[in-house]
């Protein structure tokens, strides 16, 4: 069983900066795809971000793209997600989730979530 640890949220002004970071154990991270989602209140879950097992595939949502960046270190079992030009619609509960080769349409293991408050 994985398990996947999220920290780095916090509460920030719009334009300020934040780095999210996903710590696992209990498998094999290397063989894992990441994904970064957001839930904001009152909304569906959303696609943030994903990297695949070996960090040379990555992906971005399209409000994403230009101001978040998706890393990995698999030596460190972690997965990053750094934010800029953070703004008060990025606001939500950001997880981080974990996709074994061989599952398709999904992520197996999802962690706990951080909250993300971005102020005016």
């Known amino acids: 069983q994985v398990q996947l640890v999220e920290s780095g949220g916090g509460l920030v002004q719009a334009g300020d900066s934040l780095r999210l970071s996903c710590a696992a154990s209990g498998g094999t991270f290397r063989s894992y795809t990441m994904g970064w989602f957001r839930q904001a209140p009152g909304k569906e879950r959303e696609f943030v971000s994903s990297i695949s097992y070996t960090g040379g595939g990555v992906s971005y949502a399209d409000s994403m793209k230009g101001r978040f960046t998706i890393s990995r270190d698999n030596a460190k079992s972690t997965v990053y997600l750094q934010m800029n030009s953070l703004k008060p619609e990025d606001t939500a509960v950001y997880y981080c989730?974990?996709?074994?080769?061989?599952?398709?349409?999904?992520?197996?293991?999802w962690g706990q979530g951080t909250q993300v408050t971005v102020s005016t």
């Open positions: 989730a974990a996709r074994q080769r061989a599952t398709i349409g999904r992520y197996d293991y």
